[in-house]
């Protein structure tokens, strides 16, 4: 019952950190501030996907404000009965909810991978991913983050930002997924009590 009341709450969660996950990603354009090395170049390819601009932010948003217009009790009518109508919103709501999965989930991926992969940095051998070899051991490796000379900090630069993202898609992956629990257990009972009713009358 508690998680079908609060279906409209989940997608509202949704917005806040798909406002968030845009915020940080952009961030990871510019190191320490800085915009000379996203002119240049200069950055990790990860940064390139715009997973948290377009899928954790952009699609997710979209999709937090269609879910929370499908709860609206002013949305139109697409069947003549009222069980009908309700079930066909909570079909629309587990589709676009598992699309958020899938949207929430590649970009959990994506970060987690650029997290291990490591940042693009310029050390005694040029520009290039030097702790890509280490299956993100370079993590807990403090010493090993000053090879990294240009940016300047760029290793807890990357960390902390990176973190922060994989945390924010993985709340967005939780809430969809409890979104999806929350629209079939809708469904199926509504479909459920409007059998029972049939079957009376």
């Known amino acids: ?3 079908e009341t609060c279906g409209s709450c989940l997608s509202c969660l949704l917005i806040p950190l798909a406002l968030w996950s845009i915020v940080v990603n952009i961030l990871l354009y510019f190191p320490n501030g800085k915009a000379s090395h996203a002119v240049s170049y200069q950055l990790p390819n990860y940064v390139w996907y715009f ?3 377009c899928f954790s932010g952009v699609m997710i948003l979209l999709l937090a404000v269609i879910l929370i217009t499908l709860e609206c009790s002013m949305f139109y009518r697409c069947c003549q009965s ?3 109508n309700k079930t066909y919103r909570s079909f629309i709501s587990i589709v676009l909810a598992l699309l958020g999965v899938a949207f929430s ?5 994506i970060f987690t991978l650029g997290l291990i992969q490591g ?3 310029n050390s005694s051998g040029g520009w290039d991913y030097i702790f890509k070899d280490t299956a993100g051991g370079y993590l807990t490796d403090y010493p090993a983050w000053s090879r990294c000379t240009e940016p300047a900090n760029i290793v807890e630069w990357n960390i902390i930002l990176l973190s922060i993202l994989i945390a924010l898609s993985g709340l967005q992956l939780i809430i969809c997924f409890l979104k999806v629990a929350a629209e ?4 199926l009972c509504g479909t459920y009590s ?4 049939a079957g009376i009358l």
């Open 184 to 187: 079939l257990k809708r469904t």
């Open 82 to 84: 009222e069980s009908c």
């Open 1 to 3: 019952m508690a998680l």
């Open 105 to 109: 989930g590649y970009s959990c991926i």
């Open 51 to 53: 997973e948290g601009i």
């Open 194 to 197: 409007v059998f029972v009713q």
């Open 119 to 121: 940042p693009f940095c």
